[in-house]
Nanobody, 127 residues
Framework: WAQLVESGGGSVQTGGSLKLSCVAT????????MGWFRQAPGKEREGLAT????????YYADSVQGRFTISQDTTKNTIYLQMNSLKPEDTALYYC????????????????????WGQGTRVIVSS
């Protein structure tokens, strides 16, 4: 069955970096759109970055623009989220999500546009 598995979370100090990975397995065809989200305690799930897997189109939330980078390795069915200059407010449970069909126009979409979700990986940033 299709599933998404995240890894790479951990604890870092302010200003540190982490790289999250999300492996997609069991899909008959590649997903057209994948994204990273996060949810902090008591807050709504926040969309961070989207990548359209048929090209080089990436989109970011203002809160992470310039600090986070989404990328993919199609040979490994994996997407990544490189997170630099981490802040305590980045502390959250991070999820990857997949959408089987593309969505137009190309932009950062909310959680309701995605079909599948991983179980999440926790990121803690201490001051």
């Amino acid at each position: 069955w299709a599933q998404l598995v995240e890894s790479g979370g951990g604890s870092v100090q302010t200003g540190g970096s982490l790289k999250l990975s999300c492996v997609a397995t069991g899909y008959e065809t590649p997903n057209k759109m994948m994204g990273w989200f996060r949810q902090a305690p008591g807050k709504e799930r926040e969309g961070l970055a989207t990548i359209y897997t048929d090209g080089v189109y990436t989109y970011y939330a203002d809160s992470v623009q310039g600090r986070f980078t989404i990328s993919q390795d199609t040979t490994k069915n994996t997407i990544y989220l490189q997170m630099n200059s981490l802040k305590p407010e980045d502390t959250a449970l991070y999820y990857c999500a997949a959408r089987r069909n593309t969505r137009w126009p190309r932009k950062l979409y909310g959680a309701e546009e995605y079909d599948d979700w991983g179980q999440g990986t926790r990121v803690i940033v201490s001051s």
